[in-house]
């Protein structure tokens, strides 16, 4: 790096170089195997210990980010702000009422237009970060 950054800066360029590629993968996944991803959505909520180990990670992931890096910017800080808030929240969620989240999983998957602007929202998302991270414009 030639830039010098700021330690924000550059957990943001870290963070983003992680979810941005991350966001990218599974949104192209979904949009081409959308028949795969709703088995996987069907598994994950037959399965109670992972759907609860899921929780813990996903909630401990999030509070890690949220912890450290808790900037609302209209930036590539805030929307890893959002995402690590999105991710904590979720992971809640997941604990305490795991049936929510598949029915809305459920929900989305059985309307394939609200499911495609989600996951184009996951690319623009994770193109962005991408090219915020791995291009140090952040």
């Known amino acids: 790096m030639n830039k010098a950054l700021t330690p924000s800066k550059m957990s943001t360029t870290i963070l983003a170089q992680i979810m941005g590629p991350v966001l990218v993968?599974?949104?192209?996944?979904?949009l081409l195997h959308p028949k795969f991803y709703a088995k996987i959505i069907k598994d994950f909520e037959e399965c109670e210990g992972l759907t609860y180990f899921a929780g813990i990670s996903i909630m401990i992931?999030?509070?890690?980010?949220?912890?450290?890096?808790?900037?609302?910017?209209?930036?590539?800080a805030g929307l890893?702000?959002?995402?690590?808030?999105?991710?904590?929240?979720?992971g809640a969620i997941f604990l305490i009422a795991p049936n929510l989240l598949?029915?809305?999983?459920?929900?989305l998957?059985?309307?394939s237009g609200l499911m495609k602007i989600a996951m184009v929202?996951?690319?623009?998302?994770?193109?962005?970060?991408?090219?915020a991270g791995y291009g140090y414009f952040v």
């Open 61 to 76: 992931l999030g509070l890690i980010v949220v912890l450290n890096h808790n900037i609302w910017e209209f930036s590539a």
């Open 102 to 107: 598949f029915d809305i999983s459920n929900a």
């Open 25 to 30: 993968a599974a949104g192209i996944g979904f």
């Open 109 to 111: 998957m059985k309307n």
């Open 80 to 90: 890893v702000t959002l995402l690590a808030w999105g991710s904590l929240v979720k």
């Open 121 to 131: 929202f996951a690319l623009a998302a994770g193109g962005y970060l991408s090219y």
